[in-house]
T-cell receptor
């Protein structure tokens, strides 16, 4: 099955700086790569996703890049704010036709220091 | 009201007890999932259901069973709870036949003593 690795496990940045979280995956058939944000006491919530026919996607301060050849994808958060502090999970899916099972990374705890 | 609800939100039980976690959704999605979250391990899939008649095992189904009572309801049971099943459990739903966004409930924190 799919194996997703995520780094770093913890990340501290000063408010206003950028944060980058990286993930690799093992199944070359995977074609959907979402990023979830989990705040304390809540379930994960999708913040951005990318499909394999696209190399980069942006949504305001958040961007995701995908390198299918190298089988890695990254989350970039610019101009970080204290409310960005949370645990972020990457995931990969779509190895089987019609499947929607997500394989998650182990998470990155991001702390934005005011 | 929340689209995906889970009950109970917290539960403490003893080794050997049977326990059921319940999930309801108002999103009208056919697909429902149960995940387990442990510190440092991310979320791992326990069971998933594509519709009421289609239930499948995930990565870590041993020791768990599920029931899909209706399109909107998906329950997870621990037949005989053990301490290493102490974890945060999440239910999720999704639409469509391909990979799409999954919507997560607020989670159930289960402690087995």
């Amino acid at each position: 099955g799919e194996n997703v690795e995520q780094h770093p496990s913890t990340l501290s940045v000063q408010e206003g700086d950028s944060a980058v979280i990286k993930c690799t995956y093992s199944d070359s058939a995977s074609n959907y790569f979402p990023w979830y944000k989990q705040e304390l006491g809540k379930g994960p919530q999708l913040i951005i996703d990318i499909r394999s026919n696209v190399g980069e996607k942006k949504d305001q301060r958040i961007a995701v890049t995908l390198n299918k050849t190298a089988k890695h994808f990254s989350l970039h958060i610019t101009e970080t704010q204290p409310e960005d502090s949370a645990v972020y999970f990457c995931a990969a899916s779509g190895g089987k036709p019609g499947a929607n099972n997500l394989f998650f990374g182990t998470g990155t705890r991001l702390t934005v220091i005011p | 009201d929340a689209d995906v609800t889970q009950t109970p939100r917290n539960r403490i039980t003893k080794t050997g007890k049977r326990i059921m976690l319940e999930c309801s959704q108002t999103k009208g999605h056919d697909r429902m999932y149960w995940y387990r979250q442990d510190p440092g391990l991310g979320l791992r899939l326990i069971y998933y259901s594509f519709d009421v008649k289609d239930i499948n095992k995930g990565e870590i189904s041993d020791g768990y069973s599920v029931s899909r009572q209706a399109q909107a309801k998906f329950s997870l049971s621990l037949e005989s709870a053990i301490p290493n099943q102490t974890a945060l459990y999440f239910c999720a739903t999704s639409a469509g036949t391909g990979p799409y966004e999954q919507y997560f409930g607020p989670g159930t924190r289960l402690t087995v003593t």
